[in-house]
């Protein structure tokens, strides 16, 4: 059972373009939204989160925008670079859960 | 600042044998959480502790175990090792539950089962 849904499994986009990862979720009660950027041989790092009652954060060249009524949220790269390629899972948290449930990951890659 | 450690950052062990892998969070820390991840998948929540409790366990086997000791460091444990247990190890630290405060992740063990 797959809680959070992440699309696309691969995405590649050229330099200073904008990278757009989507998320979809099912349990109602997620009231936490971080993602995370891991690059290889390295474990995940925080990136940016968010929570439901906002419907957009953004952090530099980094943004999500958050949807509560169709349940889905996307992260938002601006000005894509060559040292953003990497792996990119959005994530989830709540109800009463104590460990974030991971997406399967996207695999970024900006062509120079 | 040291960030998360874990040792080792590789093993090979055998069906059948047993396991453990080590963590030291973030100074000041409170919290250790640990995950698997499979090649080409997202983590996986294993176990969180907080405070030296367990205060979350995910959909694991009870061949999988973990305690916190008092300088808040951690230990994960799995017995009779299985094939599907080959995977990368990651244990995260933050100063209070999850959620409330941002997880940090280790740069994990990689653990192979033959």
């Known amino acids: 059972q797959q809680q959070v849904k992440q699309s696309p499994q691969s995405l590649i986009v050229q330099k200073g373009g904008i990278s757009i990862i989507n998320c979809a979720y099912e349990?109602?009660?997620?009231?936490?939204f971080p993602w995370y950027q891991q690059f290889p041989g390295k474990g995940p790092a925080l990136l940016i989160a968010i929570r439901p009652d906002v419907s957009e954060k953004k952090e530099g060249r980094f943004t999500i925008s958050f949807n509560k009524s169709a349940k889905q949220f996307s992260l938002h790269i601006m000005d894509s670079q060559p040292g953003d390629s990497a792996t990119y899972f959005c994530?989830?948290?709540?109800?009463?859960?104590?460990?974030?449930?991971f997406g399967k990951g996207t695999h970024l890659i900006i062509q120079p | 600042d040291a960030g998360v450690t874990q040792s080792p950052t590789h093993l090979i062990k055998t069906r059948g044998q047993q396991v453990t892998l080590r963590c030291s969070p973030i100074s000041g820390h409170k919290s250790v959480s640990w995950y698997q991840q499979v090649l080409g998948q997202g983590p996986q929540f294993i176990f969180q502790y907080y405070e030296k409790e367990e205060r979350g366990r995910g959909n694991f086997p009870d061949r999988f175990s973990a305690r916190q000791f008092p300088n808040y460091s951690s230990e994960l444990n799995v017995n009779a090792l299985l094939l599907g247990d080959s995977a990368l190890y990651l244990c995260?630290?933050?100063?209070?539950?999850?959620?409330?405060?941002?997880?940090?992740f280790g740069n994990g063990t990689r653990l192979t089962v033959t």
């Open positions: 994530a989830a948290l709540g109800g009463g859960a104590d460990g974030l449930t």
């Open positions: 349990n109602t009660a997620f009231d936490y």
């Open positions: 995260a630290s933050s100063w209070g539950r999850v959620g409330n405060s941002p997880l940090h």
